[in-house]
């Protein structure tokens, strides 16, 4: 059975599991997931559950539905993804947990928070590049990058000092191969294959790690930010 963990500003305010096979989320009390503010529209968005899969389903909400920063209508849900609805972050998982309940309010408000103004343009601005690259995946430089974006396809793109490397890199102590990203499936994989520590997502260490929209990689000194794919 799946968890999902509802969490504002960093701090967990409860922990849901069901046998349900739809799962609701929004702001009346009628729905499974209880959203508190007037950002959230009435009947925002629902988790059809068939099997080992579950897909998130916008409806027709008034802020929007993002995973990983992306704003979707209909999308396959992964371990871990982090749901943004409103000012609240969803993270999907398939673990158990406990289920509590929070009120409503009448009325949705359109949010003009600066942090999602930020959404959307990143959003649009990602898909346009998307779009423009032919619509894969892209990495997308954000700090001390030779390049300003960098197309992902079926082949392995290596990072590191080496002059044969896809993608050098700055920073002390990097090696000649440092990191790899390689297809797989349907997804990316990020490994460090080099010094340890030098290989980070969104500001942890990591060996081995499934790309998410919106992550941010860095290489040494050098940061990339992941966009995936239309």
Known sequence: ???IIVKYENKVLERIVTEKSRITIGRTSDNDIILDNRGVSRRH????LTGESAVLFDKESLNGTFINDRRVEEEFLRDNDIITIGKYNLIFHCQAGRETKLSDLD?????????????????????????TAGGGPLLVGEQNSPGEEYRLGPGIVSFGKAPWVNVRIQGWFVSELQAKITPS?????????????????????VDHYELK????????????RFVAGL
């Open 45 to 48: 968005a629902e988790i059809e």
């Open 185 to 205: 499936g349907n997804g990316f994989f990020l490994t460090n294959v080099g010094r340890r520590k030098k290989t980070l997502v969104n500001g942890e260490p």
């Open 107 to 131: 009325g949705t408000m359109v949010l003009q928070t600066r942090k999602q103004r930020e959404r959307m343009q990143r959003d649009q601005s990602d898909r346009q590049r998307v779009q």
């Open 1 to 3: 059975m799946p968890e």
């Open 213 to 224: 929209n919106g992550d941010l990689i860095q290489i040494g000194k050098t940061v990339f």
